[in-house]
């Protein structure tokens, strides 16, 4: 899953706010990719400690 670039713009917002630094787009992009990625070893590892089957991309 790749983030949109409004989704993008609203992460650079945060970060923003929560650090008071401006993140360059490619380098927020980078960033959320990562976040989603281990959302997604998160969820998958969660699936499998309730013994169902881990979800297919």
Known sequence: MKPSDAGID??????KKEYGED???D???EYAE???ALG???YRNRIIARGRAPPTD
Do not use: C, G, N, T
């Open 27 to 29: 380098l927020a992009r």
């Open 40 to 42: 997604k070893i998160v």
């Open 34 to 36: 990562d976040l989603l």
């Open 10 to 15: 609203r992460f650079r917002s945060v970060w």
């Open 23 to 25: 993140l360059p787009h």
